[in-house]
């Protein structure tokens, strides 16, 4: 039987190629193994009771019920750092877009009649003046894979950068520019910069962060860009700052009518990761991802489960997603000897509220998964055998 594959969005052909024949991808697949989503929202879906995974091509997992998806077992995996590059590069296009009226002088000079159209454009130019990047403050609020790439780029661009991200990790810091100045609270970056960029997850904590009490910190004129998410800035109190000229520019790849038809806005119709290049990186990622978990059990990039990363050294693999609650591996260890099956391996993880534990063996009885899943605290388990080419 074939392992199934839904894509809820379009997919790059050079990730989907990875998929050998035992798989039936596509987006009329039903009763699917896995999914394969990019920004679709998949709150609504009705998830069928064969879902094991559901592989994010890109950052952002908040367009998944990830919670909701770590209580039925289903494991949610992303792409980290896979468009990054992409984005860094959009946010730089930005940086310039932002300062220098480059947009409105294009409209303009598209808008000029005439054999004096020289003439008119020296006349007309001094409307577009707008100013250099270099020697100015840039605050990177969130040092991941984007704000890292923008903050190192924008040092090598000349300017002053600072960056905040209080949950920094040690890689990201690795690969920081010593020349990036630590921020300690976000109110810093408020006060201090002339150019504000955000690069966070969509969180509860960080939804609405942008807002009129946060601008009220900034400097007047200060120039904000969200390729983030949306809902990190507060719609409403950007409107009105940049009405008042406190905002002097609003550059984002999250619009909506009333923004994209707000005077100093810029909306981008969420082109972050839009290049060749991030796509086919995302789409390589996931499908690896992916196929890992369905063939081998292992969990790299999970935003819901605990990394488990395990050589195949035996015929059959153990798979069981439980809660992280006590004595849970010593029912697992009863029930696999009452069967008369020895374990070879066995690896146990946590994170939060749920754990995955993989137990390597030589031996199957039948019933052993069906055994597992009787006990409280189990989720889902599953049994793969090695395959052999
Ligand atoms: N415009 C687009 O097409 C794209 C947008 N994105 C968005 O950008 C976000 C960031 O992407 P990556 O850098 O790849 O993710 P990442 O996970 O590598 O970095 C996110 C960083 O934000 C930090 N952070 C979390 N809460 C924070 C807070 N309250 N204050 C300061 N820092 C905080 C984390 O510690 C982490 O270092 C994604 O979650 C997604 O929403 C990502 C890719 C494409
Ligand atoms: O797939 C896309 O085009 C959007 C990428 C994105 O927003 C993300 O990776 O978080």
């Given at each position: 039987m074939a392992i199934k594959v839904k894509t809820v969005n379009k997919i790059s052909e050079k990730g989907l190629?990875?998929?050998?024949?035992r798989y039936e991808v596509g987006e009329?697949?039903?009763?699917?193994?896995a999914i394969l989503v990019r920004s679709a929202k998949l709150h609504d879906y009705d998830f069928p009771e064969n879902l094991k995974a559901i592989a994010r091509a890109?950052?952002?997992?908040?367009?998944?019920p990830v919670e909701e998806c770590a209580k039925k077992g289903i494991v949610v995996f992303n792409t980290p750092g896979a468009n990054a590059n992409a984005v860094k590069e959009l946010v730089l296009c930005a940086l310039f877009l932002s300062s220098r009226r480059v947009l409105e002088g294009i409209e303009w000079a598209k808008s000029l009649k005439g054999d004096d159209y020289a003439k008119q454009v020296e006349a007309g130019k001094k409307a577009f003046v707008g100013p250099e990047i270099d020697g100015k403050k840039l605050g990177v609020i969130g040092l991941g894979a984007i704000g890292v790439a923008v903050a190192n780029a924008a040092v090598k661009l000349g300017m002053e950068v600072h960056g905040y991200d209080p949950y920094i990790s040690v890689n990201a810091a690795w690969g920081m520019s010593k020349w990036v100045r630590k921020a300690s609270t976000v109110e810093e970056i408020f006060k201090e910069c002339d150019y504000i960029t955000i690069h966070v997850p969509s969180t509860p904590e960080t939804q609405?962060?942008?807002d009129e009490k946060a601008i009220n910190l900034m400097k007047s004129g200060v120039h904000i860009l969200n390729f983030a998410r949306g809902d990190l800035v507060n719609e409403e109190d950007m409107i009105d700052a940049l009405r008042k000229n406190k905002v002097a520019r609003y550059i984002t790849d999250f619009g909506s009518e009333k923004l994209a038809n707000t005077e100093n806005v810029v909306v981008m119709p969420h082109l972050g990761a839009s290049t060749p290049e991030s796509e086919e990186n995302c789409a390589t990622m996931a499908v690896d991802e992916i196929r890992e978990f369905l063939e081998n059990g292992n969990i790299k990039h999970s935003v819901n489960f605990p990394s488990v990363v395990e050589p195949r050294t035996t015929t059959y693999r153990l798979c069981i997603i439980h809660?992280?609650?006590?004595n849970m591996l010593a029912k697992f260890a009863g029930t696999i000897a009452k069967k008369d099956m020895n374990i070879e391996n066995m690896v146990n993880k946590a994170k939060g509220d749920y754990a995955y534990t993989i137990i390597d063996t030589n031996d199957l009885s039948e019933d052993i998964t069906k055994a597992i899943e009787?006990?409280?605290?189990?989720?889902k388990a599953r049994i793969i055998a090695k395959v052999v080419f």
């Open positions: 190629q990875l998929f050998d024949e009329n697949v039903e009763n699917e193994d890109g950052a952002g997992t908040n367009n998944i609405g962060m942008i809660k992280n609650i006590p009787k006990q409280e605290g189990v989720i």
